[in-house]
């Protein structure tokens, strides 16, 4: 069993239940392999940890932005607690180390262990809550997840990919994208999209999602790319 006391360590914390820190890792796949373990998943933790993010991050937005409009606000919290940022916090406070997967959970590298790792962050903020109270999680999202925000302001993070696509088009040529599905490959139930991002009758790039929205986001991220804007 890992040892958890050197995650406390690291993060200067002391939990009064450890079972409650234990379980916040605890992914659904480890159960399977483990079905007689003593604790449960953690997925009542990331419900409850994804509630208590949010009214975190709201009030801090609300009480340190007080001249921004709320569809500001909104779009800022979207971005400081979006999967990517919540796995690459994770990930940079060593979460890592102490998942419990199933072996084959283990081998699993990208996409779903970035979900995994922003799904353990909401349920150890769940348990954080539950053992030591909310102002213990205001002190340790401040400290470790909301000093992104200026980060994420000022290189517009907050704004997707086909937002600031079009924004720049309309300002440098006057014309808005659009997106059209080129190829749809591979079977009903794992489909792939290839979109292509236009600028009038002009293709400008391509991308590939799981999804035609994943696909046009692709399109829009490599189009900036490739324009330089």
């Not at 790792?117 to 002190?139: R, V």
């Not at 290839?194 to 399109?219: M, P």
């Amino acid at each position: 069993m890992k040892d958890f006391s050197l995650f406390e360590k690291k993060l200067n914390l002391k939990f009064k239940n450890k079972d409650l820190l234990l379980q916040a890792f605890i992914h659904r796949s480890f159960l399977n392999e483990n079905p007689d373990f003593k604790l449960s998943h953690n997925e009542r933790l990331e419900f409850l940890g994804d509630a208590v993010l949010e009214q975190v991050v709201t009030e801090y937005l609300f009480k340190n932005y007080p001249q921004k409009l709320e569809g500001e606000l909104t779009s800022w919290r979207a971005a400081l607690v979006n999967a990517k940022i919540l796995a690459r916090t994770a990930k940079r406070l060593g979460f890592n180390d102490f998942l419990l997967l199933s072996q084959g959970e283990l081998k699993e590298k990208g996409k779903a262990r970035q979900y995994i790792l922003a799904n353990t962050f909401e349920a150890f903020i769940g348990s954080l809550y539950l053992d030591q109270g909310l102002n213990s999680c205001k002190n340790f999202l401040e400290e470790h997840l909301i000093k992104e925000l200026p980060h994420i302001i000022k290189t517009g993070l907050f704004r997707d990919a086909k937002s600031l696509f079009q924004e720049e088009a309309q300002k440098r040529v006057g014309l808005t994208p659009t997106y059209k599905i080129l190829e749809e490959l591979g079977p009903d139930h794992a489909k792939h999209f290839v979109v292509g991002v236009f600028l009038g009758k002009d293709l400008v790039t391509k991308g590939k999602g799981s999804s035609k929205q994943e696909g046009e986001v692709a399109a829009a991220k490599e189009a900036l790319k490739v324009k330089n804007w």
